[in-house]
């Protein structure tokens, strides 16, 4: 028999195939015949009213079909759409923008350069508004309301924890520091901007949503949901997620331009095909972050107490995040990190202001990377203020690997952890007592070299579903596996890849379970007509659902075969013997029948009383989260003149669990990485006072290339996770939010001899230069 | 983004391009496209007809004739870089195009595009004020020879007049004892200069004979510094003359508030790299002797 | 306003359409001629995800107008193996030089001509040579160790 390559193998990538010789099919490759094209026109005003919009400019634009405006929709209800969060969210305005750069009308024409020429020359009059950038000043009395539907900017205030308890602790603590801090917004900016192709078939009342999304069956059931009145109904709605090129997050929600597209498609009989521009994107997109942090942290006797996180998020116009249901601000409160404290508090007042909705993952578990921001920050502000090594601190208050489950302060019970093997490994591969000893001679020439750690704990692979839903929707994942006769099999699942290689890690979990090799396991995901119902790809959930899913399935199977090999050998079911990819008897291993000849006698000879067949469906609703950790150790410089940072080494030790595919792994936290450092270093949105955005293209939104990005050096310890079918965790966003406050933690320590407690992100040169000239620190040459 | 519709020429020779461009005031020329067609998608530009130099023969190549390095205006940044006279004699050259945008818009960006587009942000405009290079124009009344001092007006503007088409660039031979530089600083690859500066070098027994110093993004041309030229001149290239160009410099450079950072940390950066490009200078200057 | 008519080689054949002069070679490509394995990232000219051999040496076709592309031979990664696999798809797929694969045909071409260059690339050139070639996804490290894998293959093919 073949070898079957299960866990831990290496194995070349299936989709790699086609995606090498540029046979992906990704949104923009589909095209239908008669098919149009929709371009938006947005609006250049951060808040403003739409006086006038002249249809006839865009009409009298050779090739353009349809001019659609918000009034159009508002006479089929369409105007407004629902957000993941319950707020609701224009599709298009009928009287008032809300942000620069919202959609204000659709254009459809029989090309894409005719409705990019109708785009451009509709006119439309406006009466600018006052606007509200900063959230800070939104909760203002007395400033300028963004919603006209709302009483206030105030959208929600959401706590966990003990407040008193916490205050209380800390006035009891000896050491507290404190420090504020700003997440600003950033943007996922996968290669692949967002688009859609919609069909509507007027004769069979069919709607057709090709859609570059990570949860096509979540948005079947919300198309569904908010086009009832029009009489669409969810069997007649297939969505259809083609490859993907990248989603991090920015792939979950719903954009008015997919609604617009499956509108005009309605109106106009055709496909209508709507492709994203770079520009519209970063500007209109949800955005990541946007987290305004207050934080403080307390020792007693050098042991980390109490936590207390109070916080302001931006949501722009809209709560638009895309959180589970019950948590406004997502996982927010897995801030008490690596650490055995007792006591926290994490509070989050969210915000309207004149800016884009938002609040969705950069690559994050809900809003993790801003919980460890905070608590990495803090823990080496404290370690330092009691006079310690950041590095000595940490292994000191750590989680013990014996306190495992251990029930944190904010109510989460981590599943398996040794945080301080990894710590030790990371100082160990980067040879952390030399670097100090480098940083001391260093800092006597007046050179400006630092070194930083992150030890962070990640939470992903949401459900269970008890306290887990999106709009109701509970968070389990799926499997469906069907073995052919020959022994070959389908699998299907209702997550969606964007680069994760889940055809090959998923035929690895089955491969591992059934002996059935991979490259016989034909993995198939986001079609809705096909694949079983599943929550999608996002907050690294698909290892711990649709993966363990895909292990139950196949062990469901394995009992059926157990029946067939009975039949087979005529042998009793208890005396078989499962080894992989066959049973045999115990005792005489030669009387053995292999997964194939089960298989084949699943449809020709299977047992009396038993179905034919051989497949298995599981919807795994995972009993807990699962608590992926590590440790990085970043080493930068800094030069004096101009402000810039350069990483000289960074190293990450991670622990996933059961590594499936270790050359996925790695890929994966090598991008985790590299989307780590960039809104450390290089990535922000950001807007002036009245609401124009900074960083709206590529030229000014700064994703790192090969040059800026260091060569990252992985180091691995394995704590399998006791509650995942194959003891695995999630890995793909682990890195993304350990990194920054390794890299932040390394340039304050590099500054720590000049006063300086604390930098915000991005470190740019001029923000880093602005501090060492007001410490004096600055050179001229 | 998708560029506005316009009538597409290329003609095969100059003159019939000249007579293009007069024949059609809202014309413009297109040379590598890489500054244009951006601009065209955002529909910052809307020419009316584009005048393509690709078929016009003789305008590109690099060599050297008549005491000047000649280097035709269509000349990619690419050749540039693989052209060893180049990389060899002309050091700040080289550290140029080195930095100019990405290695594959290097393929097609020429040099003359970037001289004559004008962005206050473009890369050789700099190099070339501290060459004093001249450069060659053909136009309805015949050729003229332009001193990179008297080319750049404004922003994205230059004395070329209507009709007139900039055929080649001549930088002054490199001899012995010359050296120069370019250090720019950039937020990452591909990016605009945070600032950037320029600086040749002529060392005679050991003395600075002549200096070129000039600027890149920190006002609305490329900024020739004539009082850092002035404090090397005559010096020995020692520390104290370095920190007073460097001086002179950064007080010469007028840039403003932005993304980039503040005007006042602009200055500090031309301070910055006014030393590091002067002292980089001077040691292939002297390795040149 | 004004079309013509242009014949670009792609991959060896030879193509003859009627074009709008603003018409940009990208969407000759993925449009006109239904190569869809070049792809566009971004309008700004910064991601090359739309890089195409232009007579032989890389150019993002989003940036180029398809008229001023007229006689030109132009590849894409539909004509970088020629049947079987180049060294450098081969490289790519061994290295895990590639997640989610936009990036990835724009990044091959740019490093076929990289390798055609400077056979024996280090590192740091290697890193300078992609560096007009963005990738959100693989963190660069391992289309560094794909490069120079198909470094390694060229030279074997070429050693055999
Ligand atoms: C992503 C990106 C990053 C970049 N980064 C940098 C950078 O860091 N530094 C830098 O210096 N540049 C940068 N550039 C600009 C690039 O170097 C341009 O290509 C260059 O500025 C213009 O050259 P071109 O041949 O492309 O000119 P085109 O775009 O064809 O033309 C530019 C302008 O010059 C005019 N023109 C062109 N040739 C002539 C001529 N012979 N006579 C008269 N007028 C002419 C045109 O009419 C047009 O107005 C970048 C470009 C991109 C796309
Ligand atoms: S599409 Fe981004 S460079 Fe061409
Ligand atoms: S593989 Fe996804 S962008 Fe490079």
Redesign the interface.
């Known amino acids: 028999m073949a070898e079957c390559r299960g866990l831990g193998h290496s194995v070349?990538?299936k989709?790699?195939?086609?995606?090498?010789?540029?046979?992906?099919?990704?949104i923009?490759?589909i095209?239908l015949p008669g098919m149009l094209y929709l371009d938006i026109a947005r609006s250049p005003y951060a808040h403003a009213k739409i006086t006038k919009i002249h249809e006839d400019t865009a009409m009298a634009v050779d090739g353009v079909a349809a001019v659609i405006t918000g009034k159009t929709l508002e006479g089929f209800k369409l105007a407004w759409m629902p957000t993941l969060m319950s707020d609701q969210q224009m599709v298009l305005p009928v009287d008032t923008v809300k942000y620069q750069a919202q959609e204000v009308a659709a254009i459809v024409a029989t090309s894409?350069?005719a409705a990019a020429d109708g785009a451009a020359a509709l006119e439309v009059d406006y009466d600018p508004l006052p606007v509200v950038v900063d959230p800070h000043e939104a909760l203002k009395p007395g400033a300028t309301k963004v919603r006209d539907d709302k009483e206030s900017n105030h959208i929600f205030h959401w706590e966990h924890g003990d407040a008193d308890g916490t205050e209380a602790a800390l006035a009891g603590c000896d050491t507290v520091v404190e420090q504020k801090m700003h997440l600003p917004r950033i943007h996922?900016?996968?290669?692949?901007?967002c688009g859609c192709v919609a069909s509507w078939n007027p004769v069979e009342g069919h709607l057709t949503l090709y859609l570059t999304t990570q949860a096509p069956h979540a948005i079947r059931t919300v198309v569904a949901l908010v086009t009832a009145h029009l009489g669409l109904a969810e069997h007649k709605i297939r969505v259809i997620s083609p490859?993907?090129?990248?989603g991090?997050g920015g792939k979950v929600p719903v954009y008015p331009g997919y609604v617009l597209a499956t509108a005009a498609s309605v109106v106009t009989g055709k496909p209508v095909k709507w492709i994203e521009?770079?520009?519209e994107n970063l500007q209109a997109d949800s955005f990541a972050r946007d987290y305004h942090i207050t934080a403080r942290l307390g020792s007693k006797d050098g042991k980390v107490t109490a936590l207390k996180l109070d916080t302001v998020a931006d949501h722009g116009y809209s709560d638009a995040a895309a959180n589970p249901s019950k948590f406004p601000a997502g996982l927010y409160h897995i801030a008490t990190g690596s650490y055995d404290l007792e006591n926290a508090h994490v509070s989050v007042d969210g915000v309207y202001t004149n800016k884009p909705p938002g609040g969705i993952a950069y690559r994050c578990s809900f809003r993790v990377t801003e919980a460890v921001h905070a608590i990495e920050r803090m823990v080496d502000l404290l370690a330092r203020e009691n006079g310690e090594d950041p590095a000595d601190f940490r292994l000191r208050n750590f989680i013990k690997p014996e306190q495992f489950p251990y029930q944190s302060a904010l109510g989460w019970e981590y599943d398996s952890g040794d945080y301080g093997a990894a710590l030790e490994k990371a100082m160990d591969m980067i040879g952390y007592q030399d670097l100090r000893a480098e940083q001391a001679e260093k800092r006597a020439r007046g050179e400006l070299m630092g070194i930083g750690i992150s030890s962070f704990t990640e939470i992903v692979g949401a459900g269970p579903s008890k306290t887990f839903d999106i709009l109701g929707i509970k968070m389990f994942d799926s499997a469906e596996i069907r073995i052919h006769p020959t022994g070959k099999a389908i699998a299907r699942f209702g997550t969606k890849s964007?680069?994760?290689?889940h055809e090959t890690t998923y035929a690895q979990i089955i491969a591992e379970e059934l002996g059935i090799p991979p490259e016989d396991i034909q993995v198939e995901e986001g079609d809705t007509d096909t694949a079983p119902y599943g929550l999608g790809t996002y907050a690294s959930r698909s290892t711990p659902t649709a993966g363990a899913a895909a292990s139950i399935a196949s062990r469901k199977i394995r009992e059926k075969g157990r029946k067939i090999a009975a039949h087979l050998l005529e042998a009793d079911e208890a005396d078989l013997v499962w080894e992989q990819g066959k049973f045999y008897v115990k005792g005489s291993p030669d009387r053995a029948k292999t997964i194939q000849d089960i298989a084949f006698a699943a449809y020709t000879n299977h047992p009396q009383g038993l179905e034919a067949g051989l497949e298995a469906i599981s919807y795994y609703d995972p009993p807990n989260l699962t608590f992926p950790f590590g440790s990085y150790i970043c080493c930068v410089d800094i030069d004096r003149g101009t402000g810039q940072v350069k990483i000289r080494r960074f190293v990450a030790v991670d622990d996933c669990g059961v590594r499936i595919n270790p050359?996925?792994v790695?890929?994966?936290?090598?991008?985790?990485?590299?989307?780590g450092i960039a809104p450390a270093l290089l990535e922000e949105i950001s807007y002036d006072a009245d609401g124009n955005i900074t960083g709206g293209?590529?030229?000014e939104y700064l994703?790192p290339?090969?040059?800026e990005?260091p060569?990252?050096e992985l180091g691995e310890t394995v704590t399998p996770s006791p509650h995942h079918p194959i003891g695995a965790k999630g890995v793909g966003e682990s890195a993304t939010v350990g990194a920054p406050p390794a890299v932040v933690n390394a340039v304050v320590d590099a500054l720590w001899h000049l006063g300086v407690r604390h930098m915000e992100i991005p470190m740019t040169p001029a923000r880093v230069w602005d501090v060492l000239n007001e410490h004096g620190a600055a050179a001229t040459r | 983004?998708?560029?506005?519709?316009?009538?597409?020429h290329?003609p095969d020779n100059l003159e019939e391009a000249s007579r293009l461009l007069l024949a059609n005031p809202e014309a413009k020329l297109?040379a590598g496209?890489?500054s244009l067609?951006?601009m065209?998608?955002?529909r910052l530009a809307e020419p009316a007809a584009?005048v393509?130099l690709?078929k016009i023969p003789g305008l590109s190549g690099i060599r050297e004739e008549g005491g000047s390095l000649c280097i035709g205006a269509m000349t990619r940044e690419?050749e540039l870089e693989k052209s060893d006279l180049v990389q060899s004699r002309y050091p700040l050259l080289a550290d140029t195009t080195r930095v100019i945008?990405?290695?594959?818009?290097r393929?097609?960006a020429t040099v003359g595009g970037n001289v004559a587009h004008a962005d206050p942000g473009n890369d050789h405009p700099a190099a070339m004020l501290a060459y004093r290079a001249s450069f060659v124009a053909c136009g309805p009344s015949g050729e003229r020879t332009i001193a990179a001092s008297d080319f750049f007006t404004g922003p994205f503007s230059t004395c070329l007049e209507a009709g007139e088409i900039l055929t080649e660039i001549r930088i002054p031979a490199s001899g012995a004892g010359s050296g120069g530089a370019y250090q720019k600083f950039e937020r990452k690859?591909?990016d605009y200069a945070v600032a950037a500066v320029a600086v040749q070098l002529q060392l005679d027994g050991g003395q600075v004979a002549g200096a070129g110093v000039a600027l890149t993004n920190v006002g609305l041309t490329a900024i020739q510094a004539g009082a850092a030229e002035a404090a090397l001149v005559g010096s020995d290239g020692g520390d104290a003359a370095l920190d007073a160009a460097a001086e002179a410099a950064a007080a010469a450079a007028d840039p403003g508030d932005d993304h980039r950072g503040s005007a006042d940390y602009k200055r500090a950066v031309v301070r910055v790299l006014t030393h590091r490009a002067a002292a980089s200078a001077l040691a292939r200057a002297r390795e040149a002797s | 306003?004004?079309s013509?008519q242009i014949s670009v080689t792609i991959n060896g054949e030879e193509h003859t359409r009627e074009v709008?002069?603003?018409?940009?070679l990208v969407?000759f490509i993925?449009?006109e001629l239904?190569?869809?394995?070049?792809?566009?990232?971004?309008?700004?000219?910064?991601?090359?995800?739309c890089?195409v051999l232009?007579n032989g040496?890389?150019?993002?076709s989003c940036?180029?107008?398809a008229?001023?592309a007229?006689g030109a031979e132009v590849t894409?990664?539909?004509g970088?193996?020629n049947g079987g696999?180049h060294p450098v798809?081969q490289g790519?797929?061994?290295k895990?030089g590639?997640?989610?694969?936009?990036?990835?045909?724009g990044m091959?071409m740019?490093s076929k001509a990289l390798l055609e260059e400077n056979p024996d690339p280090s590192?740091e050139e290697?890193?300078?040579?992609?560096?007009?070639?963005?990738?959100?996804?693989?963190?660069?490290?391992?289309?560094?160790r794909a490069v120079q894998r198909a470094s390694e293959l060229m030279k074997e093919n070429s050693d055999g």
Not at chain 3, 20 to 24: I, M, S, T
Not at chain 3, 35 to 49: E, Y
Not at chain 3, 128 to 144: E, K, P
């Open positions: 070349q990538r989709e790699d195939a086609r995606f090498i010789r540029g046979q992906g099919r990704y923009d490759d095209k894409r350069y996922v900016a996968s290669i692949e901007t490859d993907i090129g990248g991090f521009d770079r520009s964007q680069g994760q290689g050359m996925i790695d890929g994966q936290i090598h991008g985790g990485l590299t989307m293209n590529l030229m994703v290339t090969a040059m990005t060569h990252w | 983004m998708i560029p506005p519709s316009f009538d597409y290329a297109l496209g890489h067609i951006p065209m998608r955002f584009l393509d690709r690419s945008a990405d290695p594959v818009v393929n097609l690859v591909g | 306003m004004s013509h709008e002069a603003r018409l940009l969407h993925r449009e239904d190569l869809t394995g070049t792809h566009i990232g971004c309008d700004t000219t910064s991601c090359g995800a890089t232009l040496v890389p150019a993002k940036t180029v107008f008229v001023a007229d894409t990664v539909e970088l193996g696999l798809q790519f797929t061994e895990h590639l997640q989610c694969g936009f990036c990835t045909p091959m740019t590192e290697i890193r300078w040579g992609i560096s007009g070639n963005l990738c959100r996804c693989t963190g660069y490290v391992n289309i560094v």
